[in-house]
């Protein structure tokens, strides 16, 4: 069965920073691409990033609300994917979601599975 | 950056065929997927590629895909499909994905 579990959440004043893990299982972790989602409280999905797989260079793209503060890295040997979140700010509040992105033939990508989703609360 | 608009709320009855619209400007050209989220819980793709479905997911779901609109229908809809959905894309030209402001489904 294929699983995502993140974990790191918590509660973090603002302008500190905090790493979140996304352990995988049942699958090969490094033939995939994997994307980090977040969804503030009562609020819909926002796509926060993605890093490819080796094969496609390991590269990584974000959204223009975390350019430059979040950082997304994978270590395929222990099946880990990262997101170092730095200068952390109260609208930085929400649950964090770690999923696979397979890739489609005509290069498009996709998430599923999609872990349980950690909390991140920045607050004073 | 390339816009997905989903309405708001979408209200139908049981055994009924809801519709659910996603659009976006050339959306037919690219791959739309369909996610759907209940309470609590993490998001399920519930539709791929436009129309292809995941194992596990009810014939019931399906997708299309044209123009400047996507839909997921669903069909002899139950309470158990009551759950927010959102429809997403892959945008190639800034290398992003995309959701759209996702459409609470309800069950009357």
């Known amino acids: 069965e294929v699983q995502l579990v993140e974990s790191g959440g918590g509660l973090v004043q603002p302008g500190r920073s905090l790493r979140l893990s996304c352990t995988a299982s049942?699958?090969?972790?490094?033939?995939?691409?994997m994307s980090w989602v977040r969804q503030a409280p009562d609020k819909g999905l926002e796509w926060v990033g993605f890093i490819r797989s080796k094969p496609y260079g390991g590269t990584t793209e974000y959204a223009a609300s975390v350019k430059g503060r979040f950082t997304i890295s994978r270590d395929d040997s222990r099946r880990i994917a990262y997101l170092q979140m730095n200068s952390l700010k109260t609208e930085d509040t929400a649950v964090y979601y770690c999923i696979r992105a397979p890739q489609t033939y005509s290069g498009n990508y996709y998430l599923t599975p999609w872990g349980q989703g950690t909390l991140v609360t920045v607050s004073s | 950056s390339y816009v997905l608009t989903q309405p708001p709320s979408v209200s139908v009855a049981p055994g009924q065929t809801a519709r659910i619209t996603c659009g976006g400007n050339?959306?037919?050209?690219?791959?739309v997927h369909w996610y759907q989220q209940k309470p609590g819980q993490a998001p399920v793709l519930v539709v791929y590629?436009?129309?292809d479905r995941p194992s596990g997911i009810p014939e019931r779901f399906s997708g299309s895909n044209s123009g400047n609109t996507a839909t997921l229908t669903i069909s002899r809809v139950e309470a158990g499909d009551e759950a927010d959905y959102y429809c997403q894309v892959w945008d190639s030209s800034s290398d992003h994905v995309v959701f759209g402001g996702g459409t609470k489904l309800t069950v009357l």
């Open positions: 590629e436009d129309s």
């Open positions: 050339n959306i037919g050209s690219k791959s």
């Open positions: 049942g699958f090969t972790f490094g033939d995939y691409a």
